[in-house]
């Protein structure tokens, strides 16, 4: 089983409609979570991190959820510029603080 | 604005010249790192660095070497390219408690060895 598993999608979504995906891992005992937000042929961008308790940043809503071992992501009232590749980050084993990169999932708003 | 830096963005380039991936920061970071990343895969640690003079192996075996002299500056070379070398090679870094910062990449540097 891969230490952090994304649907790759894409996901193609009316704009202005809510969208979640969710991304799993296997390590229960990672600490750490991330939403990256990557556009085609630039560098990943930080979005959010990952709190125990859920977080919201606007639009975006973050949850873990340890007993399962997955963390999701949820976007609301969706815009044509969400449009990206959203990758899952665990901390957790491995060199260079543990963090390992999903592969993303590849998210189209259409008008 | 972009306080991580590649050069070249762009470099296409011969079987068996040497190259050297530029990485320069201005934000006073420890930490970092090179990841190799090709189209629509997952991003893989190739190098990584804490400090000056400190380097390491990634996850991901390359034939690409590494060195820290500046903390400002960690470049990455390819004393002999292939065109299994072509890919994405993205520069990042971090400070010590960077739980809730995460990671600044620069703006990559797409490499093709022909």
């Known amino acids: 089983r891969k230490e952090v598993e994304q649907d790759p999608g894409p996901f193609n979504v009316p704009e202005g409609a809510t969208v979640a995906f969710n991304c799993t891992y296997s390590?229960?005992?990672?600490?750490?979570f991330f939403w990256y937000r990557q556009d085609c042929r630039k560098e990943p961008k930080l979005l959010m991190s990952v709190y125990s308790s859920g977080n919201e940043d606007g639009r975006f809503t973050a949850q873990l959820n340890r007993a399962s071992q997955y963390i999701s992501l949820l976007i609301r009232d969706s815009k044509l510029s969400d449009s990206a590749t959203y990758l899952c980050?665990?901390?957790?084993?491995?060199?260079?603080?543990?963090?390992?990169f999903g592969k993303g999932t590849h998210l189209i708003i259409q008008p | 604005e972009a306080d991580i830096y590649q050069t070249p963005r762009y470099l296409v380039i011969g079987t068996g010249k040497k190259i050297t991936l530029e990485c320069s920061q201005t934000?006073?970071?420890?930490?970092m790192y090179w990841y190799q990343q090709d189209p629509g895969m997952e991003l893989h640690l190739i190098h990584y660095s804490y400090g000056v003079n400190s380097t390491e192996k990634g996850d991901l075996s390359s034939e690409s070497t590494v060195s820290r002299i500046r903390t400002e500056h960690f470049p990455l070379t390819l004393e002999s390219a292939r065109p299994s070398h072509t890919s994405q090679y993205l520069c990042?870094?971090?400070?010590?408690?960077?739980?809730?910062?995460?990671?600044?990449f620069g703006s990559g540097t797409r490499l093709t060895v022909v």
């Open positions: 990042a870094s971090s400070e010590w408690g960077w739980s809730s910062s995460g990671y600044t």
């Open positions: 980050v665990v901390k957790g084993g491995g060199g260079a603080d543990g963090l390992t």
């Open positions: 390590n229960s005992a990672s600490q750490s």
């Open positions: 934000m006073g970071h420890d930490k």
